[in-house]
């Protein structure tokens, strides 16, 4: 099947969302912490297994663990301004890439 062509316009709009979904993918360690939190969170307010006899601290930890990753670690080495940076860059390459090849200029 032939996908009908998009005007520019929504070609860039595409783009950006498929570099904001790849951003939000690389924050992957963080989002594993929200998991295993959230599954400790229920089994303590279910009072299922061991974990009911738990003190909140622990049941919240991965919780803290994911806030201090998210709004401490990264920004003091920079990972997120680096993950920006690089993808941002691969979107411009792709975007010039594409303009060049409507043009039918060789990419330089």
């Given at each position: 099947?032939?996908?009908?062509?998009?005007?520019?316009?929504?070609?860039?709009e595409l783009?950006?969302?498929?570099l904001?979904?790849?951003?939000?993918?690389?924050?992957?360690?963080?989002v594993?912490?929200?998991?295993?939190?959230t599954?400790l969170?229920l089994?303590?307010?279910?009072?299922?297994?061991?974990?009911?006899?738990?003190?909140?601290?622990?049941v919240?930890?991965?919780f803290?663990?994911?806030?201090?990753?998210f709004?401490?670690?990264?920004?003091?080495?920079?990972?997120?301004?680096?993950?920006?940076?690089?993808?941002?860059e691969?979107?411009?390459?792709?975007?010039?890439?594409?303009?060049?090849e409507r043009?039918?200029?060789?990419?330089?």
């Amino acid at each position: 099947m032939v996908q009908p062509e998009l005007p520019p316009i929504y070609e860039i709009e595409l783009e950006l969302f498929k570099l904001y979904i790849v951003l939000i993918g690389q924050r992957g360690t963080t989002v594993w912490f929200i998991g295993v939190g959230t599954v400790l969170l229920l089994m303590k307010w279910f009072e299922l297994g061991p974990v009911a006899r738990l003190s909140w601290w622990i049941v919240l930890a991965p919780f803290i663990v994911g806030l201090l990753w998210f709004e401490v670690i990264e920004p003091i080495f920079g990972f997120d301004k680096k993950k920006a940076h690089s993808e941002m860059e691969k979107f411009k390459k792709e975007r010039l890439r594409k303009q060049l090849e409507r043009t039918n200029r060789p990419p330089r």
